[in-house]
């Protein structure tokens, strides 16, 4: 991996290796699962709600299932078709609610239009809310830094943690701002003290924006919107956006994952940055497990620090 000073901008980026923190983040989940086994007899559940047959959602479910599974944790799976009524959905959400066996919820959204999506996602018990979209765990995020930490801007935080362990004072910049990565990545950003700006479609200039970031967090979900001469030298990038694109290659067009940021043009700018695939995405599930440990932990009054001894 080509080494850099996230600071200096020294024409080949750090790689920020998600696949690798993410396996971490797995192994020490394994860990806690198999101590509250041992130590608590208590095995952490996770209960995912399927609505309708969409196919990105139903690969996302079939890995949080077999994750699930494989740190030693127990899941259950709810199917429901697309023309479930909100209050049989609602019905779903009270079961699981009241099931002692199941620890964290999640409702994989989007839902179909005839579903309110606040109103399922407030129905979750906000101890359960491992995706913490419920208002409850949105207003403790907000009003104390606290709460069921939404999971990809978790994973978001822990991998620029890990590259830049100081973030106080930097200036960061938030591009999109949707309820899943944009808002609660601003709240996580100025709890670790950073000065922070969010910029979204209405946005006026947006590559003077860039330019200002020391830490730029891209959440837009445009195919390579952010242009390699958008970037400060040096700034460490985190790429959030997973978009299939077709590109012609010599054995005619092909469909490839790209980020939100024009990666081979930022990778000579940026101090840091998060390749797509491999970057942010494995991060995601991680930080779902990580979040069903902390669930089941505050459930039966554990302390989850106490458990990777
Ligand atoms: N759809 C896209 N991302 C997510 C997520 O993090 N959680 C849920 N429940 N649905 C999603």
């Not at 999506?117 to 906000?126: K, L, V």
């Not at 995020?141 to 822990?158: E, H, N, S, W």
């Not at 081979?264 to 998060?274: L, N, P, S």
Request: charged residues 20%.
């Amino acid at each position: 991996m080509p080494e850099a000073d996230p600071g200096g901008g020294s024409g080949t980026a750090r790689l920020i290796d998600g696949k690798a923190a993410a396996a971490r983040i797995r192994a020490e989940v394994a860990r806690q699962a198999a101590a509250l086994a041992a130590r608590h007899g208590l095995v952490p559940g996770l209960a995912v709600v399927l609505v309708g047959e969409d196919p990105a959602s139903q690969v996302y479910v079939r890995n949080k299932v077999r994750q699930t599974g494989e740190t030693g944790m127990r899941s259950f799976e709810t199917r429901l078709p697309a023309t479930v009524s909100q209050a049989r959905l609602l019905d779903e959400v009270a079961r699981l609610n009241a099931d002692p066996a199941v620890h964290g919820i999640l409702v994989q959204l989007p839902l179909p239009k005839h579903v309110e999506e606040a109103a399922i996602t407030d129905a979750i018990a906000p101890a359960k809310d491992v995706d913490g979209f419920s208002i409850v765990n949105t207003g403790l995020l907000a009003a104390r830094g606290a709460g069921m930490i939404p999971c990809t801007p978790l994973g978001c935080l822990l991998l620029l943690k890990e590259t830049r362990p100081a973030l106080a004072g930097l200036n960061a910049l938030v591009v999109g701002r949707s309820n899943i990565v944009g808002k609660p990545m601003l709240q996580l950003l100025l709890r670790e003290h950073c000065t922070v700006t969010v910029a979204h479609s209405r946005t006026r200039n947006l590559a003077d924006e860039c330019r200002r970031a020391d830490i730029l967090v891209a959440a837009i979900g445009k195919p390579r919107m952010i242009r390699g001469d958008w970037i400060r030298p040096g700034a460490t990038v985190i790429d959030v956006g997973i978009n299939r694109v077709r590109v012609d290659t010599p054995e005619g067009p092909r469909e490839k994952l790209v980020g939100d940021v024009d990666f081979d043009a930022a990778v000579r700018v940026a101090g840091a940055i998060t390749p797509v695939p491999g970057g942010v995405g494995p991060m995601t599930i991680a930080c779902l497990l990580r979040n069903t440990i902390t669930a089941a932990c505050a459930q039966h009054g554990v302390d989850p620090g106490g458990l990777s001894g």
